[in-house]
């Protein structure tokens, strides 16, 4: 079946009640038939609800009609997109174990490797994106994971899918990617390799900016990489936070049951029903939007590039830009997304820029209906001398632009005047 259609239909069989709309589960718990029922869920001799911190009927639908999007096994829906990219670090790595991370990754990504995890004994190395072959000299036994996002915030950049998971493969590490900014509507990263794949659907699952959430998608046939995978033993041996359970005889997607069972269970930071309820309302018109996104981000950048004040424009899809034939080799006919950016002169330049536009709104998000402008050396990217800044690719001139649904004409006519203020 096609994407655009799964994103209607899979995952949800019409309930007692046969509606049309997946209906919102807002319930904490579920009750038992018996004693007997209830014992055989816990020992997962049979699957169903047991509390919604586990799992949730609305949830469930948000996370397999994902999963099925991406092409993979299983999903697991967070709190957060933070949650879900937390998740999947924590079920590869351990105390005294290390994920090699790209240096071009969303700001809390980044923290969450280089300070947060760092305090819970997983340490973080980096390599350019630009650049795989830096990976495998950072490999050592205790590497768990390599993490990098499909199409960078902010830095915009393509990874070349195929020659990371190749070094990963070869070396028997997995591989978690964030592909938020691209979708799967026009990237598959399972397909070219990867193992679990991240999202924070807080951006264009959602769509409108109504809700914060995450899920991470696992790959059909991952147990068979981890099983006997020496690097992997807290899915080998037994787990005894849960009756001895070895995860790797369970007939079910392991990486996401192991993450259920102790990461949910234990930590907790799960999603609400009802926001899983908003994310399927957005996955229904994904496809709709990304192609539209790609369309009017591609028609800005254009108008951008022919501009005399703009000094440079990054967008995967313009010719000129260095991502281009990654973008062509990995986004569904080369569709690029909604994330732009562009430089001017200098920090007083982008400034006035930004304050003089009328339809975008200066916002710290991506992913909305709505054009989004930033400022990153005013915002994000505050703390950070000019070097700093020049160094991870946010000159002080740069402006981000989240494309929206508007007419381009429009758009196009807002930054034009704004540039001429
Ligand atoms: N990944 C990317 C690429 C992001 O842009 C963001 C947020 O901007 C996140 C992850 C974090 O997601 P959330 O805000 O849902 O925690």
Redesign the pocket.
């Known amino acids: 079946m096609q994407l655009q259609t799964e994103a209607l239909h899979a995952g949800y069989d019409k309930d007692t009640q046969s509606t049309m709309a997946v209906p919102i589960y807002q319930t904490t718990a579920y009750e038992f038939r018996d004693v007997e029922h209830a014992a055989n869920l816990f020992a997962l001799k049979e699957l169903g609800n047991i509390y919604t911190r586990l799992n949730n009927p609305t949830t469930d639908v948000f996370e397999k009609r994902f999963a099925q999007l991406e092409g993979g096994a299983a999903g697991l829906a967070g709190s ?4 879900s ?1 937390f998740y999947a670090i924590a079920n590869a790595a351990e105390s005294g174990d290390n994920i090699i991370c790209a240096r071009q990754l ?1 700001g ?2 980044l923290t969450q490797a280089s300070f947060t995890l760092k305090r819970f004994g997983i340490s973080a190395r980096y390599f350019d994106v630009q650049n795989p072959s830096e990976i495998e000299a950072l490999i050592d036994d205790k590497t768990k994971a390599i993490f990098f ?1 499909t199409l960078t ?1 902010p830095s915009i950049d393509v990874a070349d899918i195929a020659a990371i998971t190749a070094i990963a493969k070869k070396h028997g590490v997995l591989t978690i990617v ?1 592909n ?2 691209a979708t799967p509507v026009l990237c598959r990263p399972l397909e070219h390799g990867v193992d679990v794949v991240v999202h ?4 264009y699952t959602t769509g409108q900016g109504l809700a ?3 899920i991470m998608v696992e790959r059909q046939g991952l147990v068979d990489f981890i099983k006997g995978n020496a690097r992997y033993p807290q899915f080998n041996e037994p787990d005894e936070s849960y009756h001895g359970l070895v995860y790797v005889d369970v007939p079910l997607p392991i990486f996401t049951l192991r993450a259920r069972l102790s990461l949910l269970r234990d930590l907790g930071a799960v999603v609400s029903p009802f926001n899983s309820w908003l994310f399927i309302q957005g996955i229904e018109t994904l496809s709709l939007r990304m192609r539209e996104h790609s369309r009017n981000a591609l028609a800005v950048a254009e108008f951008l590039e022919s501009h005399p004040l703009v000094k440079k424009v990054n967008y995967p899809g313009l010719k000129s830009n260095a991502n281009y034939a990654n973008a062509q080799r990995y986004f569904e006919n080369g569709m690029s997304s909604g994330l732009l950016s562009f430089e001017v002169e200098n920090f007083e330049s982008a400034k006035k820029i930004v304050d003089a536009t009328k339809l975008f709104s200066l916002v710290v ?2 992913g909305d209906s709505k054009s989004i402008i930033t400022h990153p050396a005013s915002t994000t990217h505050q703390q950070l001398s000019q070097e700093e800044l020049a160094a991870c690719g946010v000159p002080s001139g740069l402006i981000r632009l989240s494309i929206g649904l508007e007419a381009s004409e429009d758009l196009i006519n807002d930054l034009k005047a704004a540039l001429s203020v």
């Open positions: 957060s997109g933070m949650a990219i969303y809390g990504t996002e915030n964030d938020t900014v924070s659907a807080s951006k914060i959430g995450g998000n991506i």
